[in-house]
């Protein structure tokens, strides 16, 4: 658990970071997998002078940041829920939500296996996810005593992604839409959506002035650590992006090359996922490219 600012408080294990914004009325944002939010839960319980956490924040609706919520529900039972109006409608569908928590407990079971957890998490599962509060571009998040939740639409790397900036202490929480952070010197670009809007998210929360870039994996940058973390996601995504439009040039398959995609991204934290999924992630990359061609 570390302060960043007066009022955000970093929690988690560093593969799944938790927010908590506010030092009365609160939100939490990020929710995680079962795993993570089963950390956070105990992190919690040992925090003292708790806030009154009255919102969770989810700013995507890929599984390692929703399937957290059923374990955080049960913490927060009078918080509503809030994400994007595409995650609202992702989340309302069963079979997909189904298969979200299918992942999850995969993502358990490596977390067991590597020490990572002693026990079991919580398994209990939802059919769907009802998102209380479905919010976009411009709308805010009211925390009390003046501080606020700017809501951001962050395309790019998911059709439901969002950020979240609090200016009171010039916080961007951006999830996933930059990036996942495997190591300081090591960012993975995940443009799954769109490649042209990937970077135009980046340059967006750009030009905003920040202390604290809130990603969902990994160290946090802060201060001058700042913009050079946005610099290396640019780079990083378009690195990427060539490798893939010259691999496809010389006439590489695209099982092929999901494969080589693998090798080069799937690390840290990302190899805790399922490999059916994350191979279904580098074709999502390869067809980014190829829309942009």
């Known amino acids: 658990m570390t302060n960043l600012t007066d009022n955000v408080m970093l929690m988690g294990n560093g593969y799944f970071n938790y927010y908590v914004v506010g030092r009365k009325g609160a939100a939490l944002v990020e929710c995680g997998t079962r795993a993570g939010a089963s950390i956070f839960a105990k992190q919690w319980a040992q925090l003292k002078n708790k806030p009154d956490v009255q919102y969770i924040v989810a700013l995507h609706s890929h599984f390692d940041h929703v399937c957290g919520i059923p374990v955080l529900r049960k913490i927060f039972p009078d918080a509503k829920l809030v994400a994007s109006k595409q995650a609202q409608k992702i989340l309302s569908k069963e079979r997909i939500v189904k298969e979200l928590f299918r992942n999850d407990a995969i993502v358990s079971e490596s977390y067991l296996k590597n020490g990572l957890l002693q026990e079991k998490p919580d398994t209990h599962e939802e059919e769907v996810i009802t998102v209380d509060m479905a919010v976009g571009e411009g709308d805010t998040v009211q925390l009390g005593e003046g501080f606020e939740l700017r ?128 191979l279904g992630a580098m074709h999502l990359l390869i067809q980014s490219v190829k829309a942009e061609l």
């Open 151 to 278: 809501i951001l639409d962050a395309p790019g790397h998911s059709v439901c992604s969002i950020g979240a900036y609090f200016e009171g202490e010039q916080a961007m929480f951006v999830s996933d839409a930059a990036g996942y952070r495997i190591s300081k010197d090591l960012l993975a670009p995940v443009f799954f959506q769109n490649y042209g809007s990937y970077i135009n998210t980046i340059k967006k929360f750009m030009s905003y002035p920040t202390e604290a870039v809130g990603v969902a994996h990994g160290d946090v940058p802060v201060g001058k650590e700042v913009e050079q973390f946005y610099k290396q996601a640019v780079a990083a995504a378009e690195e990427g992006f060539n490798y893939i439009k010259t691999r496809l040039a010389e006439g590489v398959g695209e099982d092929e090359l999901a494969e080589e995609l693998f090798k080069r991204y799937i690390r840290g934290g990302l190899a805790f996922y399922p490999r059916e999924m994350m």
